[in-house]
């Protein structure tokens, strides 16, 4: 099962996507995409860390080249924190595939359901402010838009959180 849970900063995404992993997974994986750069970035991986605490997970960071990443177990539960920072990291670190980002992140992400049950991926909702950017930011914007784009047609449930609230998009169809 893929599913993809989105919304704006705070809005209580990374939570809500706890939740649905460890409702659905006894084994589960955190796989923290965020690079400690400054003061804030180790603020917000802290209040990450104790938001999980006695959930469960085991954690790993990979901030760049998931589909290198190895993986040497089978997990109920991968819960992915977050595509926009990876994106970013792919985008321009001297390490990360640059153009080639969104094929490098997509081959990753279907090794990530080759080792799982169930992928949560995080992601970002900041395609509505209406803003003008540099062609940097503006390229970050398009990529992030095509990454939404196919993984939603291909998630079994697509949610977005706002403003604590998780709002469904997409949800799997039972009988």
């Not at 099962?1 to 659905?24: F, N, P, Y």
């Not at 209406?130 to 079994?156: F, I, M, V």
Request: charged letters at 25%; aromatic letters at 6%; glycine letters at 8%.
């Amino acid at each position: 099962m893929l599913v993809l849970v989105t919304g704006g900063a705070a809005s209580g995404k990374s939570e809500h996507a706890e939740k649905i992993v460890c409702a659905r997974a006894h084994s589960k994986l955190y796989l923290a995409t965020m690079q400690p750069f400054g003061k804030s970035a180790r603020a917000r991986i802290a209040r990450h860390r104790k938001l999980r605490e006695g959930k469960g997970f085991h954690t790993v960071e990979r901030s760049l080249d998931l589909k290198g990443l190895q993986i040497d177990r089978h997990y109920d539960g991968i819960l992915l924190e977050d595509l926009g920072n990876l994106l970013a990291n792919e985008i321009f670190s001297p390490d990360g595939t640059a153009q080639n980002c969104v094929k490098s992140i997509l081959d990753g992400i279907e090794k990530l359901k080759s080792c799982c049950d169930t992928l949560v991926i995080v992601s970002n909702e900041i395609f509505s402010d209406g803003g003008s950017y540099p062609p940097e930011t503006e390229n970050y914007l398009q990529k992030l838009a095509e990454l939404h784009e196919k993984l939603a047609r291909d998630a079994d449930a697509v949610y977005e959180s706002v403003c604590g609230i998780l709002l469904p998009i997409k949800e799997v169809k039972t009988r």
